[in-house]
């Protein structure tokens, strides 16, 4: 049975940080390409970043030099540290796992809400 269970969010005021983590089982997290997405009060649910299973890295141009993505694969855990962050950053955070090649299915977990607010 896939798990993908996030951490981390939380309340925090403008300019501040979080580190959000994605812990991963069932899977073979190494060989997956991960991603953050969020999705803020009615809105659509938009692509925040993403990490290949090599490492590459790719951000949204919202996030672009403010967030981090990185992994670790001997620990099947996915990071997201967010530093500056704005209002507009609040939103419901949530990883996905999908494979580099693009078989097979896609995961989802569960959320982590984010706040940032004075």
């Known amino acids: 049975q896939v798990q993908l269970v996030e951490s981390g969010g939380g309340l925090v005021q403008p300019g501040g940080s979080l580190r959000l983590s994605c812990a991963a089982s069932g899977i073979i997290f190494s060989i997956y390409s991960m991603g953050w997405y969020r999705q803020a009060p009615g809105k659509q649910r938009e692509w925040v970043a993403r990490i290949t299973s090599s490492g590459t890295t790719n951000y949204a141009d919202s996030v672009k030099g403010r967030f981090t993505i990185s992994r670790d694969n001997a620990k099947n855990t996915l990071y997201l540290q967010m530093n500056s962050l704005k209002p507009e950053d609040t939103a419901v955070y949530y990883c996905?796992?999908?494979?580099?090649?693009?078989?097979?299915?896609?995961?989802w977990g569960q959320g982590t809400q984010v706040t940032v607010s004075s």
């Open positions: 996905n796992a999908r494979k580099d090649d693009g078989t097979g299915l896609i995961y």
